[in-house]
């Protein structure tokens, strides 16, 4: 199975391996799915990853994200046309 992972889903399995998010993210650990990424993704799980809030490690951010690179699928997607509301309601 091929997806892309939100990065609220990310940081949500590596804080708490034991809900949903944590399943996905063994899913992806265990190779069971394959991470679609591109640069932009890995920028912003980066970048999220690294908030001091999390108080995660540069080294294990970057073997996470590493992993991700080597056993994940590098794609490049063109932007759609389309606006879409967030959570939020506010218009991106």
């Given amino acids: 199975m091929r997806v892309v992972i939100d990065t609220n889903v990310l940081v949500s399995g590596v804080i708490n391996p ?4 944590g399943r996905i993210v063994n899913a992806v650990l265990s ?4 991470v679609l990424y591109d640069d932009r993704i ?13 108080g ?14 080597l056993s994940g699928e ?3 997607a063109e932007p759609i046309a389309v606006v879409l ?6 218009f991106f």
Avoid: K, N
């Fill in 18 to 21: 034991h809900g949903p998010p």
């Fill in 31 to 34: 190779e069971m799915i394959i």
């Fill in 42 to 54: 890995l920028s912003e799980y980066r970048e999220v990853l690294m908030r001091p809030m999390f």
């Fill in 56 to 69: 995660f490690q540069r080294a294990d951010i970057d073997v996470l994200l590493e992993f991700i690179e």
């Fill in 74 to 76: 590098h794609t490049s």
């Fill in 85 to 90: 509301p967030d959570a939020t309601g506010v």
